[in-house]
């Protein structure tokens, strides 16, 4: 007897907690079970547990016939993986793509199609490469961006990883499909000169014309980027810490992860928690990744005046081998006056002029550099409440790491040709120089 004595409700409540594995052999024992095992309202809750779908709609966005249909075809489709790594492969995609949904549709409508497991085969056969299986997985949910163009005002700066500016130097970094990562690839490993070259292949890199590009290495599965050295000295730099890195043998392990996965699940985490936000420079929208929360965003209030300080690690110009410029850091300072004012004393003013900067910068615990000057980059901002921040980029190399940026603005109330009282000191606090462990 068992089951065959249960009720309707009852019965969809213990398929539904078996899962649809189970649930499809339970559907094998009599009509009444297959019945109950075809429910829509079953199946969509396994759709929704396992692949976050709302509605019945197959890989590539199709509408399916019914949610059996759908999670039927997905099975299908994705049937030579391990399952648990392609709902978590799907989790990462559905993560970026919400959040470019909300905040970036420009860039999400740059992200293509999944790739055929044909386009895959005709990467690896044309590159003499086996991908990770998770990159594979990943190519199948999404193959890349529609981002590379001469034209950056228009296109160039939707790059999901996104990027920074600083000093000239301009980059934004996109994923690049399978067909741009044969020819950039094919290209790239022509100037390289080191015997392990052909086990990389290029999976983004910078739409500008400052060059910066990431390798997948295929046989140990992980992400590395560029240096300075890369094209006279083959030298890269891992993007994501190798004791994370897991790969099998085969596609039967669901523990699998590669380079490629964890940072493009890190770089989900981020966007998703505010630590790197997009920014709108003069109607040029791009994602920015300089932080903008603690601990590696620095926030100070003096006398009104708000002061928020980052910094990002630029692989692509780094020296590892030189002994006074291994590392360079942008840093980017924002500024702004409370909707308070300026308030000294107890006495309030409309607003604030830069005069003067004061920067000591650590590496190891020992200054490298103490520096005073007037206003930044040529600039003596002037505040008031309400306005956008000001904020400007500059850089500086250090020869270890970690190390720290502490300093000063030294402002007068009203405005330099009209001041409205003494001059004051306005604190930068202390934000961190440092080689990260994931590296974007």
Not at 367 to 386: Q, T
Request: proline share 7%; aromatic share 10%.
């Amino acid at each position: 007897m068992g089951l065959e004595i249960v009720g309707d409700l009852a019965l969809n409540v213990i398929l539904s907690g078996l899962g649809p594995k189970d649930t499809a052999k339970v559907a094998c024992l009599s009509k009444r079970f297959k019945a109950a095992a075809s429910e829509e309202c079953l199946w969509s809750k396994f759709c929704s547990d396992d692949l976050d779908l709302a509605s019945p709609l197959d890989p590539l966005g199709n509408p399916a016939p019914s949610f059996k249909a759908a999670y039927q075809i997905w099975r299908e489709a994705f049937g030579m993986y391990p399952w648990p790594l392609v709902k978590r492969v799907k989790r990462c995609w559905d993560r970026l793509k919400n959040w470019l949904a909300e905040n970036f549709p420009e860039a999400k409508a740059t992200l293509r199609k999944g790739a055929s497991e044909a386009d895959i085969q005709q990467l690896e056969k044309s590159l003499k490469v086996k991908l990770p299986v998770p990159t594979r997985i990943l190519y199948r949910f999404c193959d890349g961006q529609e981002c590379q163009t001469d034209d950056f005002e228009s296109i160039g700066s939707m790059g999901l990883i996104g990027g920074y500016s600083f000093c000239g130097h301009l980059v934004n970094v996109y994923l690049i499909p399978l067909s741009h990562i044969i020819m950039e690839t094919k290209e790239i490993r022509r100037h390289l000169d080191f015997p392990s070259r052909d086990k990389y292949v290029v999976v983004a890199s910078s739409s500008t014309y400052s060059e910066k590009f990431f390798f997948l290495n295929c046989t140990n599965g992980q992400l590395y980027v560029g240096t300075k050295n890369l094209l006279s000295d083959g030298e890269m730099i891992p993007c994501v810490p190798n004791a994370l890195i897991a790969l099998g043998h085969g596609c039967n392990s669901d523990q699998q992860q590669d380079g490629m996965l964890l940072w493009l699940e890190e770089h989900g985490r981020r966007l998703h928690n505010g630590i790197i936000r997009l920014r709108d420079e003069e109607n040029l929208k791009f994602i920015n990744l300089f932080p903008e929360e603690p601990p590696l965003c620095s926030i100070a209030v003096t006398n009104g005046v708000k002061i928020r300080a980052s910094a990002v690690f630029i692989p692509e110009l780094a020296d590892p081998e030189s002994d006074t410029e291994k590392y360079l850091f942008a840093y980017s300072i924002r500024m702004s006056l409370l909707p308070e004012g300026c308030v000294i004393n107890g006495m309030t003013f409309s607003s604030c002029q830069l005069q003067r900067r004061h920067w000591i910068i650590h590496a190891n615990n020992v200054v490298v550099s103490d520096v005073s000057g007037e206003a930044v980059i040529g600039m003596y901002p002037l505040l008031h409440p309400g306005q956008n921040e000001f904020f400007y980029q500059s850089c500086t190399h250090l020869p270890a790491s970690p190390g720290s940026v502490r300093g000063s603005f030294t402002f007068v109330p009203g405005r330099l040709v009209d001041p409205k009282g003494s001059p004051f000191e306005v604190v930068v606090a202390e934000f961190p120089l440092q080689r990260p462990d994931y590296i974007f």
